[in-house]
């Protein structure tokens, strides 16, 4: 086929396909459609009931807003700033689900998804797109919808890996030209860039490494500029890692599968890192069923998790997607990797947090905020770090966590810790 003999349709007439109780799949991350999100919300008056699965999106969910209540209810795979309102006043339901499991929803038909709303990238000489920067749960919706309905954007990076596409597969497609959503993460305060120094400490060379965005995640591997061959298999990366690719830090040498590869599932960042990954041989942003398999990412030698968490409580139990009952995020890839990284040769499992809030309430708790959600438990935690250092809770009995955790909360806190410690469980801090 021609990839030229596509016939573009009108935003209107793309989503008219689109009818009361469709199950709608919209496109993860940076890759959200904008232009389909909005004309699928202009339509919201005369649809009910529509279903729209989605993971974390950048930009605008006008589905959302309280005038389409009983026209689009949203089942949220990751909550992302644009849904947590929704979430809280039960416009959207939160699912809560392992990242390496919503491929599976899909697959298995649990949930018969009849369209996927996609953006891609043009097609080659050859009629292929691709997912571009988030191939990640889109490429088993984009198997498996009855109708794909796509944007083809000329600013969509053309990736290698899992995401391609041929353009015949698309029921409709429209054409766009605005540039992705970017990202840029404000440089670590004086606590993020203590927290990075300790992840960079547990980091040895040769390690492949999980990390996610934030100002944690980049202070960390701005400490690792003194390390040596490293390697990337993640869920998600940003532009934290360019700098260490570009001085030859990061050679992924040392991995036992995609050997001189970074893999990942999906990316969000700066214009900088969208132009990085655009026809790069290096990179391969695969299916996220694969890239989070605790099957594969046990066999990366030295794999280390580098993950974030909203509270943790002297036991070791993580909350990373809700505080309290309010829900502000998702399960995620967390639990995937470490548990991957714990069963990997000399791996390592890292949750990372500043000791307090910006209110200054400790993070490290005797317990969790009535409703918070563990999405790691107690027995697959290994190491906490704050700004106050390193706690190594493998193979430690509970008093003995609790010791190690009140020795890297704030200094204003651990007095109260460790009463609260020896009221519930003897423990001589």
């Known amino acids: 086929m021609n990839p030229k003999s596509y016939s573009p349709v009108s935003p209107e007439e793309a989503v008219s396909y689109i009818k009361s109780g469709d199950k709608v799949f919209i496109h993860s991350a940076a890759a959200a459609p904008q232009v389909l999100v909005q004309a699928l919300a202009d339509r919201g008056d005369e649809l009910h009931e529509v279903e729209i699965y989605q993971l974390h999106t950048e930009g605008k969910a006008p589905y959302a807003d309280p005038q389409f209540e009983h026209n689009f209810l949203v089942k949220s795979l990751f909550t992302g700033a644009n849904m947590r309102a929704a979430v809280q006043a039960g416009r959207a339901d939160f699912v809560p689900i392992f990242l390496s499991d919503i ?7 649990v949930v018969q998804l009849d369209v996927a709303l996609l953006q891609v990238s043009p097609p080659d000489i050859h009629g292929y797109c691709t997912l571009g920067v988030s191939v990640d749960t889109s490429l088993a919706a984009a198997q498996t919808a009855r109708l794909l309905i796509a944007e083809i954007n000329p600013n969509m990076p053309h990736t290698n890996g899992d995401g391609n596409i041929h353009i015949s597969k698309f029921h409709k497609v429209i054409e766009v030209d605005y540039k992705l959503p970017t990202l840029v993460v404000p440089p670590p305060d004086d606590v993020e860039t203590r927290i ?3 992840i960079a ?12 965005i934030g100002a944690i995640p980049n202070a960390a591997l701005a400490a690792m500029g003194n390390h040596k061959e490293l390697g990337i298999h993640t869920e998600m990366f940003s532009d934290g890692i360019l700098e260490l690719f570009e001085k030859g830090v990061i050679t992924n040498q040392h991995k036992a599968r995609h050997r001189n590869h970074i893999v990942t599932g999906f990316l969000v960042g700066s214009q900088k890192l969208y132009d990085f990954v655009h026809v790069n041989p290096v990179v391969r942003v695969l299916d996220i069923q694969y890239v989070n398999d605790t099957a594969i990412i046990r066999q990366q030698p030295k794999m280390t998790a580098i993950n974030s968490a909203i509270e943790v409580d002297i036991s070791g139990q993580v909350c990373a997607d809700s505080i309290g009952t309010r829900i502000y995020s998702g399960v995620g890839g967390q639990l995937d990797f470490v548990r991957g990284a714990a069963l990997s040769e000399n791996g390592k499992a890292i949750i990372a947090l500043p000791s307090t809030t910006n209110k200054g309430i400790s993070r490290i708790s005797t317990m969790l905020n009535p409703g918070a959600g563990v999405v790691t438990t107690r027995a697959h935690v290994h190491y906490i ?3 106050y250092g390193v706690a190594n809770l493998f193979g430690k009995s509970i008093r003995e966590r609790a010791k190690a955790l009140i020795h890297i909360a704030h200094p204003d806190h651990r007095e109260r810790l460790a009463k609260e410690a020896f009221e519930m469980w003897h423990v001589h801090a």
Do not use: D
């Open 385 to 387: 770090v704050t700004e």
């Open 196 to 198: 990075g120094h300790h």
């Open 201 to 212: 400490s547990l980091v040895e060379n040769g390690a492949t490494l999980q990390m996610g």
């Open 103 to 109: 491929p599976r929803l899909f697959r298995r038909g």
